[in-house]
């Protein structure tokens, strides 16, 4: 890819970032690229070094090692080429606790160039209601609305959302959803934190999971989903030992207690075609529990979620980085 | 190390052409903000009437002329101008700076476009607003009073706001040090008592050694109190109280020459200085 092509289609590229805090290495090894109009999700563990990332990107960390580009150019220091592009909702809102909801709203149009109207932004995030209530007085997820209708007003070409809809209730962050997929539609690339993984799963066209400064797993939320294998699971019949459960054609076996119970649990990453392996992996299974007249009780299988992966990321189960 | 590779480019990757919005412009929107600010908060309208206490003790002693015409009211009236911004800039402004950073209203404003320059203005002309205030206050004490007026009144202003200007720059950079408003705030004691007691009410500067005198020059205060009573009174007074003569016009500004450049290069030095000035305040704390 030539550099003219890549800056055409890439907003923010991310290459082997690093980040310390004294000796302690926050970030370790980031790379990642978002094109215009594409949401990305950084999710991860608390302390993982998502915030830290984000910081660098709007300009307020040099890298330790590696480097940070929006539009080709170094944020480092908010550059006036980028300022008026960029935007952002700080994982912890900073905002004049003093002025009203309209005052806040009218000071950041003023700072800035072309923005939306004021009715508009109240419209958007909601908050018309409230248009003459000092920030003071606002509930945590009116706060939260608030600074994100400050962060969209100016029309940023590049939003960084870090936890945007943390302290909402499950009504207003669908609306935020909405909010943030207009952005991405209008042509924004959005960096996106969230501990919600139903939200990485609605808005997110690609999404990495951090642990410990490093990404661990990439990929749109299907590759990252499908690679992670299906799960089959039914619970161990009470005179069925373990090692008497057959082997099944590209499946893992694991069992789980559960309660009073033991589960079988396969899970069914390799196989020819994602789409089959289920099917393949589950006739010498049924077979095999016709041949001892056995009903297998709650039999069941699915795909592994976002939180299965979430969850083995946390754990650290996943030590060799997954690249999609 | 993972790399995530961008998706396919998407149909409209057109951006739209934005200009950054200018510094004066973003500048005064922020004053007028700080003017709100200012009434909603008592605090800071205490911290604005602060330096008022410094003219309490002139009612207590019996005042006796030093030059013709000057007596030691009009002279500590006199002193009072710089001392407003002295007050105002290191009491004030690192309170201020420490609490907003840690709150992180900084950092949301240079995330949303808001140059350093424009934030750094606002507060000069903010502080600059107070101490004219209190200085039209003082002037017309000083005019029932003592049918004192300013001899030069540009020299006066151009002083006064150089002297702002170090002050809030100065008292900036005292936040950069300080983890929140309260250590801010005694932080910036010690700058503001060295200033205060140096700038040649309460030691005589004249009767020490030569080379502690021209230190005590080089510091911004005792120009910024010369200045504003030389212009003020229409005396030479560069040269101490002693050496004082009758100076006006040009030879008062040939005069005032080398303190104007002192507080001018105060005003550089610290300029380059605010530079590291950390605006997230989690970086190196
Ligand atoms: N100034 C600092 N000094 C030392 N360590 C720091 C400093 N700032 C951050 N850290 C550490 O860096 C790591 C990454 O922090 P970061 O805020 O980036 O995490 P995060 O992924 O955003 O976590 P969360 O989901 O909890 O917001 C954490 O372990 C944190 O304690
Ligand atoms: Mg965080």
Known sequence: MNTTSQNRSVAIHVSDLHQSYGSFEAVRGVSFTVAPGELFALLGTNGAGKTTTIETLEGFRRPTRGSVRIFGIDPFGQPPELRPRVNAVLQHSGLFEEL????????????????????????????????????????????????????????????????PTTGMDPEMRRETWKIISSQVARGAAVVLTTHYLEEAERLADRLAIMHRGEIRVSGTVSEVVSQWGDRI???????????????????????????????????????????TRTHHALLPLLKWAEERSLDLERLESRPASLEDVFLAVAQGDVTDLVDL | MTTATAATPPASDSQTPRKPVSVLRQALRLTRTEFTLFYRYQMA??????????????SVFEPYDVLPGVDTTVLSLTWFFPIAALTVGLSHVPNVYAIRRERLILKR???????????FTSTVLSVFSVVVVQTVLVAALLAALKEVFPTAPVLFLVSLALTTVVMVLLGVLIANFARNGESAQIIS??????????????????????????????????????LAQSAYLGYDLFDGISNAEAATGVDLWLAAGPSLLILVAWMVLLTLLLRIFQWDPRVNK
């Open chain 1, 100 to 163: 009203t909801v309209t005052e806040s709203i009218e000071l950041a149009r003023d700072l800035a160039d072309d923005p939306m109207d004021t009715a508009e932004v109240l419209e958007a995030v909601v908050l018309a209601d409230k248009a003459r209530n000092t920030v003071r007085s606002l509930s945590g997820g009116e706060r939260r609305r608030l600074d994100l209708g400050l962060a969209i007003l100016t029309r940023p070409d590049v939003l960084f959302l870090d936890e």
């Open chain 1, 233 to 275: 699971s039914f619970r161990l019949p009470s005179h069925i030992r373990s090692r008497e459960l057959p082997e099944l054609p590209g499946a893992e076996l694991t069992i789980d207690v559960r309660g009073d119970h033991q589960w079988a649990v396969y899970t069914v990453t390799t196989g020819t075609d994602p789409a």
């Open chain 2, 45 to 58: 309208l205490y911290s604005a009437a602060l330096p008022l206490i410094f003219l309490l003790p002139l």
């Open chain 2, 109 to 119: 404003l240079r995330v949303s476009g808001v140059t350093p320059a424009a934030i």
């Open chain 2, 189 to 226: 004691m010690v700058p503001f008592f060295l200033l205060i007691m140096l700038s040649g009410l309460f030691v005589p500067v004249d009767l020490l050694p030569d080379g502690i005198a021209m230190t005590i020059g080089l510091l911004p205060m005792l120009p910024a109190v010369r």
